[in-house]
């Protein structure tokens, strides 16, 4: 069964750019979307966008000036960059993959908190 | 972005019972491209159902969705303790998707 872990500093400075890496494994990365999601305290989840395995990306309007998802279909990743980053941005963030546009393998999630 | 609406907020019932859960849509979701979720503590998310209606694999039958357009519901019948979580729904009919706020299932 395909599973997905979540990777990278639990703590980011405001103004810098959070990083996040998702590793896929049980799986090929091949012939999928690859998706972010994220979850604010007390707000509810929040799609990012997503990847398919060849490279096309689709974003949320809301984030999209900020954000980068790109793939390493050699290391069965896929990963998240979030530019100049607020107090705001302070979430569990998700990755998922998506059979079609609806995910349905989703990692644990990790807590990024944005703060100085 | 259309906007999900989940109620209610908080469900607690006892075991054995019947959970009614709702989802209604801002404006109609394309193609009734649905999907409910399953989310315990400390657990990923679990997907249940796809396309409103369609339960995915290795979900039990006692669990079912269903609705078209604006309106959906999530049945869950013959509660047990496995069923206390979240429940999210999720529109993947057009971009961005969009989330339910949830509704927790508290089992008595």
């Known amino acids: 069964q395909v599973q997905l872990q979540e990777s990278g500093p639990g703590l980011v400075k405001p103004s810098e750019t959070l990083s996040l890496t998702c590793t896929v494994s049980?799986?090929?990365?091949?012939?999928?979307?690859w998706t972010w999601i994220r979850q604010p305290p007390g707000k509810r989840l929040e799609w990012i966008g997503n990847?398919?395995?060849?490279?096309?990306?689709n974003y949320n309007p809301s984030l999209k000036s900020r954000v980068t998802i790109s793939v390493d279909t050699s290391k069965n990743q896929f990963s998240l960059k979030l530019d100049s980053v607020i107090a705001a941005d302070t979430a569990v963030y998700y990755c998922?993959?998506?059979?079609?546009?609806?995910?349905?393998?989703w990692g644990q999630g990790t807590l990024v908190a944005v703060a100085s | 972005e259309i906007v999900l609406t989940q109620s209610p907020g908080t469900l607690s019932l006892s075991p054995g019972e019947s959970a009614t859960l709702s989802c209604r849509a801002s404006q109609s979701v394309r193609d009734n491209y649905l999907a409910w979720y399953q989310r315990k503590p400390g657990q990923a998310p679990r997907i249940l159902i796809t396309?409103?209606?369609n339960r995915a694999a290795g979900i039990p039958d006692r669990l079912s969705g269903s609705g078209s357009g604006t309106d959906f519901t999530l049945t869950i019948s013959r509660l047990g303790p496995e069923d206390s979580a979240v429940y999210y729904c999720?529109?993947?009919?057009?971009?961005?998707?969009?989330f339910g706020g949830g509704t927790k299932v508290e089992i008595k």
């Open positions: 990847i398919y395995y060849s490279g096309s990306t």
């Open positions: 999720l529109q993947y009919g057009s971009s961005p998707l969009t």
């Open positions: 049980g799986g090929s990365i091949s012939n999928y979307y």
């Open positions: 396309g409103a209606s």
């Open positions: 998922a993959r998506g059979t079609g546009w609806v995910p349905d393998y």
